[in-house]
């Protein structure tokens, strides 16, 4: 274990100091991010922080890491997690995520975690098949009957436009014979005439059917060889999706994990549900599993991309990255489990966190309908995972009766005004309205720049990328229209405050449309592109105006904003 737990002066620490100029204290510095969970057991919600001090002692790493030509030729997620031992001394731990150079073992990072090495001959087989499968399908979409085929397409129809022109022209031509024929010729000489010409109609007709079936006879061989191969091809698709999910099953049952309370289970067992591959191989899972079997007090945990950008451009070296949403985030509540560094009970809440309060705020309740001033940091239905059950739904669901449905969504890390329907047929008249554009919504934003112009609008078209959920992204090609119309509020030396008014309901649309649009993300949006230390996102659902399904009249709800005070 030794050759793993790194001394602070490793990193530049010197004498409980910093050399050069960093002083922060180790154990007072402020969180930047919050790795977190809810308990499965206690349901609690735990957090671990990552921290301005952690981040130095991270960003010295990367120093390192630049001397050592074996950490510049792949890009990939590090991680260093600071620790307590039980004398009071502080340790560093760090990790790769994956493989390094193809190997899952190197001397001085953290091992990996115990269960790969139980699959080891299956997963080495399934790789070497899923390799065969590539090259596979690499060859059947490059066969060069795929080329002949479009080049013969191509040719015939640019042929048969031809044709076609010289055969319309020729009707033509029979057309006007005929029609001087019946002016200058009758009786049996004109009858003769009208034949002859007939007849040519009928030759020009069995011609060019003639010169089609030569055309498409070879297009129609080769189409079949394409047919075959894309059948194969279909086939191998399967076959590699099967291998895929019978490795995975096997992977998430042999890998272990233990947290702080001494708890081991299998991934499978921590969650009931498909994982995407490469769980168990995270940094902040390895990390976290290693301080816990080792009995090493977590203090603060940091994870930064180092070396080539990733493919799709989404992570950059020397940047930060949170838990990821997919991999990781759901083992947060397990792995934190027993850690003695938590939040306030999640049950019952502490009325003073924003994200486990219970009670929430209702603007507005009748028999067809409630308008609910969600709080950031809360979801609006439950997730898929056993930590992401709490949300406005399940906490509704305990205070009212009979059918609750969300008419629209609002981002978990948003607050504001969402509005839930009590009857189906409210639920649909509400929704209509969002649908077709009735709803006037006005947001209210704090972005971490200055935006020059006082009034705009935004229209930018919007996809998410599968590859890369759940980020949102500009794409002329692929995305859908949205609008956004702005309107500033406030100015300041470095933040402005503006007024947003979707009139399209995409996905984190404020959020893009600020960043892609204005060039200035909104404070604490880390997903794009904000570094600021606030602990929320400053986006608020202030107002919605809307007509209310029943009672024939508008209804116009307001929520005051909950970050009205400069920071």
């Keep these: 274990m030794d050759n793993v737990l790194h001394p602070l002066s490793a990193f530049g620490w010197i004498d409980d100091r910093w050399d050069n100029c960093q002083t922060d204290r180790p154990l007072h510095s402020s969180p930047t991010y919050w790795y977190e969970g809810v308990c499965p057991k206690q349901r609690e919600q735990l957090r671990l922080p990552r921290t301005a001090f952690v981040e130095t002692i991270a960003q010295r790493l990367m120093q390192q890491l630049a001397n050592d030509n074996r950490f510049q030729q792949e890009g990939k997620m590090y991680g260093v997690l600071l620790v307590q031992l039980p004398s009071g001394e502080l340790r560093v731990l760090k990790a790769f995520s994956g493989l390094l150079n193809g190997q899952d073992?190197?001397?001085?990072?953290?091992?990996?975690?115990?269960g790969r090495d139980q699959v080891a001959v299956e997963e080495a087989w399934t790789i070497t098949q899923l390799e065969v499968i590539k090259q596979e399908l690499l060859a059947l979409q490059q066969i060069p009957e795929r080329q002949q085929y479009q080049w013969l397409l191509q040719t015939f129809h640019q042929q048969l436009h031809h044709r076609s022109h010289y055969y319309r022209e020729r009707k033509q031509e029979r057309q006007h014979q005929r029609q001087l024929l019946k002016k200058s010729v009758i009786g049996e000489e004109l009858l003769t005439a009208l034949e002859q010409l007939n007849e040519q109609s009928r030759r020009d007709g069995i011609e060019q059917r003639h010169w089609k079936q030569q055309q498409m006879a070879p297009l129609q061989s080769l189409k079949q060889m394409i047919d075959q191969a894309d059948a194969r091809m279909q086939a191998l698709k399967q076959q590699r999706k099967y291998l895929s999910q019978q490795l995975q099953a096997q992977l998430q049952r042999a890998y272990c994990l233990t947290n702080f309370a001494g708890e081991t289970l299998s991934l499978?067992?921590?969650?009931?549900?498909?994982?995407?591959?490469?769980?168990?191989?995270?940094c902040a899972p390895k990390l976290l599993h290693y301080a816990a079997i080792h009995h090493l007090q977590p203090i603060a945990l940091a994870e930064f991309w180092y070396g080539p950008a990733s493919p799709n451009g989404d992570k950059q070296p020397g940047e930060f990255y949170g838990a990821c949403p997919e991999r990781c985030q759901p083992l947060m509540g397990f792995l934190l489990s027993g850690a003695s560094r938590r939040s306030k009970p999640f049950d019952p809440p502490d009325s003073s966190s924003h994200s486990t309060t219970s009670a929430l705020s209702i603007l507005y309740q009748d028999e067809w309908l409630i308008a609910v001033n969600k709080p950031a940091g809360l979801l609006a239905v439950p997730g898929r995972y056993a930590d992401r059950q709490d949300s406005v739904l399940s906490r509704l669901q305990q205070t009212h009766s009979g059918l609750l449905?969300?008419?629209?969504?609002?981002?978990?890390?948003?607050?504001?005004?969402?509005?839930?329907?009590?009857t189906d047929d409210a639920h649909r008249h509400l929704g209509q309205q969002f649908q077709q554009r009735q709803v006037d919504k006005r947001y209210e934003a704090v972005l971490g720049g200055v935006v020059q112009p006082d009034r705009g609008m935004i229209a930018l078209p919007l996809w998410g990328n599968p590859t890369d959920r759940p980020r949102q992204q500009v794409n002329w090609q692929h995305g859908k229209p949205s609008f956004t119309e702005f309107q500033v509020i406030d100015r300041h030396s470095h933040y402005t405050r503006l007024e947003f008014r979707p009139f399209t309901g995409r996905t984190h649309q404020l959020r893009v449309h600020a960043v892609e649009g204005l060039g200035i993300p909104i404070v604490g949006d880390r997903l794009y592109g904000c570094q600021a230390a606030v602990d929320r996102l400053y986006l608020h659902a202030r107002e919605l105006c809307f007509q209310h399904p029943y009672l024939n009249h508008s209804l116009h709800l307001q929520?005051?904003?909950?970050?009205?005070?400069?920071f």
């Design 105 to 114: 073992s190197v001397e001085g990072w953290v091992t990996p975690i115990a």
């Design 268 to 282: 499978e067992q921590v969650i009931q549900g498909r994982m995407p591959t490469g769980t168990g191989d995270c």
């Design 405 to 422: 449905r969300p008419v629209h969504r609002l981002d978990q890390a948003t607050s504001g005004i969402l509005l839930v329907a009590r």
């Design 559 to 566: 929520a005051e904003v909950p970050f009205t005070a400069a």
